[in-house]
């Protein structure tokens, strides 16, 4: 039996199911209408493509250095919240992007992932463990870790 050591607490984990599931009601139902409607491709693109793409930038990356990905500062945070928030913004592509964000929220959740949910399945795939800004988490993680001492050892 393998022993985990889980990065984030039942708070952190809990954030990460609600709001991945909230995304992911978001994205079929034109953000909470009642009619449930979703493209044909926003499912290939936000659970295929997106992934994909990620995975393709860190194998060329991964060519160069096998360093660590630390983009935490205050360049990461806004290069991150920029690129969700193109991606949010055209129709084409908020589906598929609330579908990237919202599965990926979930494997962060059921893998105690604490990173930024853009690398979890990337770092799930590649078992690294890469870092970008996490706009909407990293407070929550920080504060749960603080007053809780979040990260428990899971087998």
Do not use: H
Not at 23 to 37: C, M, N, R, V
Not at 50 to 74: C, S, Y
Not at 121 to 133: F, H, M
Request: with cysteine; aromatic share 12%.
């Amino acid at each position: 039996m393998t022993t985990q050591k889980r990065g984030i607490g039942l708070v952190g984990t809990l954030a990460r199911i609600v709001v991945g599931i909230a995304f992911i009601y978001l994205a079929l139902t034109e953000f909470g209408s009642p009619k449930w409607d979703l493209d044909w491709y926003a499912v290939p693109l936000g659970l295929i493509v997106f992934p994909a793409a990620l995975l393709l930038f860190q194998a060329v990356r991964l060519r160069f250095t096998n360093d660590r990905l630390n983009a935490t500062g205050v360049l990461g945070f806004c290069l991150n919240f920029a690129v969700g928030a193109v991606l949010i913004s055209f129709d084409y592509t908020r589906d598929a992007a609330l579908l990237f964000y919202g599965a990926s929220m979930l494997l962060a959740a059921a893998r105690g992932y604490a990173g930024c949910e853009v690398l979890a399945i990337t770092n799930w795939v590649l078992r690294r463990d890469d870092q970008v800004g996490c706009v909407l988490f990293s407070p929550l993680d920080e504060i749960e870790s603080k007053t809780t001492g979040s990260a428990v050892t899971q087998t």
